[in-house]
C-alpha cells in the first residue's frame, strides 16, 4: 500500500512542477521560445524536405525528448519533464509554422497568429481574443495530454517508449489538425 502512495505522491509532484512551468509558459514562455525560432531555416527546411517529412522530423525530434525523459523512470522524469515540455512545444511551433508556409507561401508569422493557430490545433476556441487567457487554455491542453501519461512514464524503459510515441502522435496530430482545417489567419 505504501508503494502506491509513494507513486500517487510523485505523480502529484511531477503534475504539479509541469503545471507551474505550464503556467509560467502562459505568462510569456511561449512569446520567449517563439522568439527563438529561425522561421528562415523553417521554410528552407519545409522546401527541402517537404511538408511531410519536415512534420516527421519535427515528431521525431518530440519523440526523442519524450523517449529520453521517460527512460530512467522517476530520475529521469523529474528532470527530463520541463526538458520534454519545452521541446513538444517548440516542436509543435515549428509544425504549424512549416504548415502555414506550405499553405500560404507566406513564411513569416507574429506571435499572436502563430498562437491562434495553436490554439486552433488543440481545439481551443480561437475565437477568444488572444491574450493571456486562450495562452492559459493552451497551456491546459497541453498539460493534459503531457500530464495523462505521467504515471506510466515512471517505469524505466516502458517509459521511454510511452514517451516517445505520445509526443510522436501529438505533433502529428497536431499536423493533421492544422492541415484538415486549412486554418486562415486573419
Given at each position: 500500500?505504501?508503494?502506491?502512495?509513494?507513486?500517487k505522491?510523485?505523480?502529484?509532484?511531477?503534475?504539479?512542477?509541469?503545471?507551474?512551468?505550464?503556467?509560467?509558459?502562459?505568462?510569456?514562455?511561449?512569446?520567449?521560445?517563439?522568439?527563438?525560432?529561425?522561421?528562415?531555416?523553417?521554410?528552407?527546411?519545409?522546401?527541402?524536405?517537404?511538408?511531410?517529412?519536415?512534420?516527421?522530423?519535427?515528431?521525431?525530434?518530440?519523440?526523442?525528448?519524450?523517449?529520453?525523459?521517460?527512460?530512467?523512470?522517476?530520475a529521469?522524469?523529474?528532470?527530463?519533464?520541463?526538458?520534454?515540455?519545452?521541446?513538444?512545444?517548440?516542436?509543435?511551433?515549428?509544425?504549424?509554422?512549416?504548415?502555414?508556409?506550405?499553405?500560404?507561401?507566406?513564411?513569416?508569422?507574429?506571435?499572436?497568429?502563430?498562437?491562434?493557430?495553436?490554439?486552433?490545433?488543440?481545439?481551443?476556441?480561437?475565437?477568444?481574443?488572444?491574450?493571456?487567457?486562450?495562452?492559459?487554455?493552451?497551456?491546459?491542453?497541453?498539460?493534459l495530454?503531457?500530464?495523462?501519461?505521467?504515471?506510466?512514464?515512471?517505469?524505466?524503459?516502458?517509459?521511454?517508449?510511452?514517451?516517445?510515441?505520445?509526443?510522436?502522435?501529438?505533433?502529428?496530430?497536431?499536423?493533421?489538425?492544422?492541415?484538415?482545417?486549412?486554418?486562415?489567419?486573419?
Open positions: 500500500m505504501r508503494a502506491k502512495k509513494h507513486t505522491l510523485n505523480t502529484d509532484k511531477i503534475t504539479a512542477a509541469l503545471q507551474k512551468g505550464l503556467t509560467a509558459l502562459a505568462k510569456g514562455g511561449f512569446k520567449k521560445l517563439f522568439n527563438h525560432i529561425d522561421q528562415l531555416t523553417i521554410k528552407n527546411e519545409v522546401d527541402k524536405m517537404g511538408i511531410d517529412k519536415f512534420i516527421n522530423h519535427c515528431a521525431l525530434l518530440a519523440a526523442g525528448s519524450g523517449a529520453a525523459s521517460g527512460a530512467g523512470g522517476l529521469t522524469l523529474l528532470v527530463g519533464a520541463p526538458l520534454d515540455m519545452l521541446n513538444l512545444v517548440m516542436q509543435q511551433f515549428r509544425v504549424t509554422m512549416g504548415i502555414r508556409y506550405h499553405n500560404t507561401g507566406e513564411y513569416k508569422i507574429n506571435f499572436l497568429d502563430c498562437i491562434r493557430l495553436v490554439a486552433s490545433s488543440l481545439k481551443v476556441d480561437a475565437g477568444v481574443t488572444i491574450t493571456k487567457n486562450i495562452m492559459e487554455e493552451v497551456a491546459a491542453k497541453l498539460m495530454a503531457f500530464g495523462s501519461r505521467a504515471a506510466e512514464r515512471l517505469l524505466p524503459v516502458v517509459g521511454a517508449v510511452i514517451g516517445g510515441t505520445a509526443n510522436y502522435l501529438f505533433i502529428k496530430k497536431v499536423a493533421r489538425n492544422l492541415g484538415v482545417q486549412r486554418v486562415q489567419v486573419v
